[in-house]
DNA sequence: TGACTTTGTGCCGACGCTAAACAAAATACG
DNA sequence: CGTATTTTGTTTAGCGTCGGCACAAAGTCA
């Protein structure tokens, strides 16, 4: 009787992403009837999660019957994300279209010890909750590890002081319980982890400058070592156990650093802010992060000739590198993320150039390299990590 | 009133690639009920592409009632199929389940002009058609280079002396309309053209060593350089434009030989039979392809120190590419051939061993590699790309 | 104002499935 | 040897979901 449950999950998705800001629109995306289409739109807005407007649209400029704006109901459910990084972390609700709806940044050392983090991660969360009453549907947490699936461990939580192989998302869902943070069902809120270069990719996949692509590769360095990523047909590709993407031991320099891979060049040492830092002759401070170093540097002091060097240097590099996995992946569109997207915005033309010439062909080298465009991206990947059962099935999970 | 008609091309998959070989196992692959796994078996049995037993199979130990085989049609339809490589070319008729029904070894020498060979191609397939009384329902063709999409044009036909973006696609087509192999509804057959390492892998999936992995990673080196394919999640991975995998400029051998591509020794020039001879102090000959060459070579002559010494060497740079793709890829399983599968059958355990060595995690050094287990695996590869209209929706391709 | 265009909704029927009962064909066991 | 059990296959009834269609609503265009 019910019309339009099959199409419940692609069309919220669909109003997610901004994709569909009509029910007309909605009609076609989804390739159903305007029965139909109209059907999941009231049992979107019956569930909470969207929201039609009364009045319809102003009137733009074309003929026939103005269409009702669909939006993301500004009171509906949201999840806990948070993001943890070299200076601390990060947490927030975020609501349906990647909107934050709240946050609040710890900084904190980041202990030896991941479960304390976690604790105050989940502990800063259920903060927000209970001043903000919002309703929470689920909980992500992005970290800068590789995270090993189906165990949910950190398995290279490199600049972070932690074991190998912490088991991160067992932690973070016993932080969920212990906090009471409920889901609708009474019980706790599941918690997803994941990468945080993976999960910015997610992010801007879904609401940044990767929207639209089908193919897009994300690239990015934080504090050390270089980060990848990939969304394929609009799902993030982790391979077959969590650890795709580690693309940070391309050979970009043969004649460069030693690596601890055993090889030498390798991007991971020949392209991040340390070596940033190091190719311009500066020795690296303790104060902030080496990221902010590098960026400081970069946006202070273009125009004095070692960081200019240093910056074609590491261009090149980093060019090298995109080139060699445009050849393997051949994506439509190319993300940069932390320092690289410095410096892209630092010289873009020279990036282009060097893409377009070690790729193989015309085609590939031709591929769009764009700077990510969220603010706090992995945190926002983080929330669309937590939202993907939602998405998938909004009646389950909410109803 | 008809039952299963969304599940008749997932079930026509299953007993396609051999995971359903009764209607109790296509139930339960399904998730479907028994009544509508009948209905679909008895649909896919009046299209003529299945058989149901009419005895039942032998009890096989287990108790309750035996159930009756499913299996392909005898004489169902088929496609065509051909592969060109640098021998010349071979073209059969391929039936479902991969199973080759006639072959037609074509062997000229290669000419400049793509539309010769490819007109020789489909005239060698129509005139298996004549002889059988096939019907035939599509047609896929497998070339040594890599094939742009979606204009279908061979962008590095390397080791024929065909011109760079021959419309390999169209002139294929072009001789299926001229040579009047007609499908069921009386037009000429749409074939479809693609990579030869592309279809292997593809064939390998379906039908061979890579039967059940998620994500799969093949690389083959046939005369010179280096192919690389990805099935992710079942489905060829070939990029945004057609032109994924260009697995041949990794640098495996920082000091190696320097490539066209500008970089210096790249898997391309320093994994291929040439650079297997090379390495073992032989001179290449005219008479046969430099595949065959190496693989006698390696067969024969393995006891021979400098041959010995060659192909560690080669294992070692492979090992290296191989590692660094698995890094980025993380598959659960990589298959090789042509002269990498040679080499792996030669020394197993070293290859596995560098894989691992430089794998960055233990659990993706230890992601199993095989040897390619099909014959003519490229031409199987092109019939599953000619096969795939059909097993998406069989009711409107046969009926 | 009337024609036209586009959007939204109610009703009906068709399609494709599940559920449940029944039938069939083997093994297990006293 | 006969009955119970297990598993497979078929029949029938019913129901949920969606498309098709008619109609209503709300704007623009002339």
Avoid at 7 to 13: Q, S
Avoid at 86 to 93: N, P, S, T, Y
Avoid at 132 to 159: D, Q, W
Wanted: proline share 7%; with cysteine; glycine share 14%.
């Amino acid at each position: 009787m019910e019309r339009g449950r099959g199409a419940l999950g692609p069309a919220l998705e669909l109003v997610h992403t901004g994709r569909a800001p009509t029910r007309a629109v909605l009609t076609a995306e989804l390739g159903v009837t305007r029965a139909t289409a109209g059907a999941v739109a009231a049992e979107l807005e019956a569930l909470g999660l969207i929201q039609v407007d009364a009045r319809p649209a102003a009137s733009a400029g074309s003929q026939g019957r103005p269409s009702h704006r669909l939006s993301i109901a500004p009171n509906g459910p949201v999840v806990l994300a948070a993001q943890i990084h070299a200076d601390g972390f990060r947490a927030a609700l975020v609501g349906l279209g990647g909107r934050v709806i709240a946050t609040a940044p710890g900084c904190m050392t980041v202990p030896a010890d991941p479960s304390r983090i976690i604790d105050a991660v989940v502990e800063a969360g259920a903060g927000l909750l209970r001043e903000t009453g919002r309703r929470c549907l689920g909980a992500g947490l992005a970290v800068p590890s590789a995270v090993a699936e189906p165990e949910g461990t950190a398995l290279n939580p490199l600049h972070l002081s932690w074991p190998v192989g912490a088991p991160v998302r067992t932690l973070f869902n016993e932080a969920l319980a212990k906090s009471g943070v409920l889901g609708p069902d009474g019980t706790p809120v599941t918690g997803v982890t994941g990468n945080d270069v993976n999960l910015t990719a997610l992010a801007e996949h879904r609401h940044g400058a990767g929207r639209g692509a089908r193919h897009l590769l994300c690239v990015a360095t934080g504090h050390r070592g270089v980060g990848g990523a990939l969304v394929l047909d609009g799902r993030l590709h982790s391979g077959s156990s969590g650890l795709a993407m580690e693309v940070g031991h391309l050979t970009v320099n043969p004649t460069g650093q030693p690596c601890h891979c055993g090889s030498r060049g390798c991007l991971d040492v020949e392209c991040d802010p340390l070596a940033f830092l190091t190719a311009a002759g500066r020795e690296p401070g303790p104060a902030v992060s080496l990221l902010q170093q590098s960026r400081d540097l970069l946006r202070t002091e273009y125009a004095d000739p070692s960081v200019r060097a240093a910056a074609d240097l590491l261009i090149d590099r980093l060019g090298l590198g995109l080139a060699g996995l445009v050849n393997i992946l051949n994506p439509d569109r190319v993300v940069l993320g932390g320092l690289h997207r410095e410096l892209l915005d630092a010289d873009p033309e020279r990036l282009r150039a060097v893409v377009a010439e070690r790729s193989l062909w015309g085609r590939s080298g031709s591929v769009p390299i764009l700077p990510c465009s969220l603010e706090f991206n992995s945190l926002i990947g983080a929330a669309e990590a937590a939202w993907q059962p939602v998405l998938d099935d909004p009646l389950a999970m909410v109803g």
